[in-house]
């Protein structure tokens, strides 16, 4: 049951739910924002809450107990948008104004009008990713919750970016890297926009044990359909590139511990082959940069294969997915090993001449 709140306007009480009462603030927001750059804007703000005032009033002596979101939403159709009524303004009264302007003007005041339409929807909300009504990680319904959409078009909009070279692909996985899951209750609030009170956590805990119904229309249940096969694939691509991991890291702790302990094993045919890099003699001339070249390649190999077996242990409900801090950390991790390893492999490419010919004499 939706809570009823007290509010004061221009000086009248009224009865409105809570989310009534979040679009009307966000909708004055939008008319001081908009306004508050004119000349006299603010008394054309005051004018249009007064005339608010007068609607609710009208609603309260017709037998309204309570101002709903649905009366309110009736409300700004009838008033309009800011930039609505910005352009009834010129129409009626700068014909000349507007004879004699430039197209800018007109570009620019329509920009503005996108930028307080968006300043309006994300009025005080926070990016997640929605874990409750996911398709892959939750990051389109995310921005469909933070600009109060329908996450179908961001869907559609994913999908189409993916056909364009695979461009879509890269970039939802670095959004569902970065951008953190709305996991408490507080967190679902800030995802919503509602303000975080008592009563507000309370019954975001009891919605949180209630099922999840999604009401998806044709287009919602062929990106459905569509995003599954996705996350099969990717799944699929993952345990493979992981196996190819284990493969790899096997094969090189072998052929080092081939190098070292068997003479002469830089002669030797092996598969992931380092011998032909003569360490065992390098590590005599310069030790730092064999062990660090060694343990840098290790660790290029291991770092991926951690990530892919925690992934798909999560995806198993095994444990936990990991956190944002934990991700930065592992793949800043990963980018200071590669760093290390090239470097040191350079060199021991440039050196590794001066051995052999010294075991030509």
Same mark, same amino acid.
């Given at each position: 049951?939706? #809570?009823? !709140?007290?509010?004061?306007?221009?000086?009248?009480?009224?009865? !409105?739910?809570?989310?009534?009462?979040?679009?009307?603030?966000?909708?004055?927001?939008?008319?001081?924002?908009?306004?508050?750059?004119?000349?006299?804007?603010? =008394?054309?703000?005051?004018? !249009?809450?007064?005339?608010?005032?007068?609607?609710?009033? =009208?609603?309260?002596?017709?037998?309204?107990?309570?101002?709903?979101?649905?009366?309110?939403?009736?409300?700004?159709?009838?008033?309009?948008?800011?930039?609505?009524?910005?352009?009834?303004?010129?129409?009626?009264?700068?014909?000349?104004?507007?004879?004699?302007?430039?197209?800018?003007?007109?570009?620019?005041?329509?920009?503005?009008?996108?930028?307080?339409?968006?300043?309006?929807?994300?009025?005080?909300?926070?990016?997640?990713?929605?874990?409750?009504?996911?398709? @892959?990680?939750?990051?389109?319904?995310?921005?469909?919750?933070?600009?109060?959409?329908?996450?179908?078009?961001?869907?559609?909009?994913?999908?189409?970016?993916?056909?364009?070279?695979?461009?879509?692909?890269?970039?939802?996985?670095?959004?569902?890297?970065? @951008?953190?899951?709305?996991?408490?209750?507080?967190?679902?609030?800030?995802?919503?926009?509602? #303000?975080?009170?008592?009563?507000?956590?309370?019954?975001?805990?009891?919605?949180?044990? &209630?099922?999840?119904? &999604?009401?998806?229309?044709?287009?919602?249940?062929?990106?459905?359909?569509?995003?599954?096969?996705?996350?099969?694939?990717?799944?699929?691509?993952?345990?493979?590139?992981?196996?190819?991991?284990?493969?790899?890291?096997?094969?090189?702790?072998?052929?080092?511990?081939?190098?070292?302990?068997?003479?002469?094993?830089?002669?030797?045919?092996?598969?992931?082959?380092?011998?032909?890099?003569? @360490?065992?003699?390098?590590?005599?001339?310069?030790?730092?940069?064999?062990?660090?070249?060694?343990?840098?390649?290790?660790?290029?190999? @291991?770092?991926?294969?951690?990530?892919?077996?925690?992934?798909?242990?999560? #995806?198993?409900?095994?444990?936990?997915?990991?956190?944002?801090?934990?991700?930065?950390?592992?793949?800043?991790?990963?980018?200071?090993?590669?760093?290390?390893?090239?470097?040191?492999?350079?060199?021991?490419?440039?050196?590794?001449?001066?051995?052999?010919?010294?075991?030509?004499?």
């Amino acid at each position: 049951m939706k #809570k009823n !709140i007290t509010i004061n306007l221009c000086g009248r009480l009224f009865q !409105i739910d809570e989310d009534a009462y979040e679009l009307l603030q966000q909708y004055i927001e939008s008319l001081r924002s908009y306004f508050g750059r004119q000349e006299g804007g603010d =008394e054309i703000a005051d004018d !249009i809450e007064a005339r608010i005032a007068e609607l609710f009033y =009208e609603l309260k002596a017709n037998g309204t107990e309570a101002i709903t979101i649905e009366h309110v939403k009736d409300i700004i159709t009838r008033i309009g948008k800011p930039e609505e009524m910005a352009g009834v303004s010129d129409e009626t009264g700068n014909d000349s104004q507007k004879t004699s302007g430039h197209r800018y003007d007109s570009f620019r005041d329509a920009a503005e009008g996108v930028m307080n339409n968006v300043r309006a929807r994300t009025a005080g909300k926070r990016l997640y990713r929605n874990p409750n009504d996911k398709m @892959l990680a939750g990051v389109m319904s995310g921005f469909a919750a933070y600009t109060n959409t329908d996450p179908t078009w961001w869907r559609l909009g994913i999908v189409l970016l993916v056909l364009c070279y695979g461009v879509g692909i890269l970039a939802y996985i670095v959004l569902a890297i970065v @951008l953190p899951v709305a996991k408490t209750p507080e967190e679902q609030l800030q995802m919503q926009g509602k #303000k975080v009170t008592p009563q507000a956590l309370a019954d975001a805990v009891i919605d949180e044990k &209630q099922p999840v119904r &999604q009401n998806r229309g044709c287009l919602g249940s062929v990106l459905a359909v569509i995003a599954s096969l996705f996350a099969a694939l990717f799944v699929g691509i993952a345990a493979i590139f992981g196996f190819a991991m284990l493969v790899c890291l096997f094969l090189v702790v072998v052929s080092v511990i081939i190098i070292f302990t068997v003479p002469g094993s830089s002669h030797l045919n092996m598969p992931f082959d380092l011998g032909y890099l003569h @360490l065992s003699e390098m590590i005599s001339v310069q030790p730092w940069v064999v062990i660090v070249f060694i343990a840098a390649l290790m660790l290029v190999f @291991l770092i991926p294969l951690y990530a892919v077996a925690h992934m798909l242990l999560s #995806k198993a409900g095994k444990i936990q997915p990991m956190g944002i801090v934990q991700r930065i950390f592992w793949i800043v991790f990963w980018v200071v090993a590669l760093g290390s390893m090239v470097p040191s492999l350079v060199w021991i490419q440039q050196n590794k001449t001066m051995v052999e010919r010294v075991e030509t004499r």
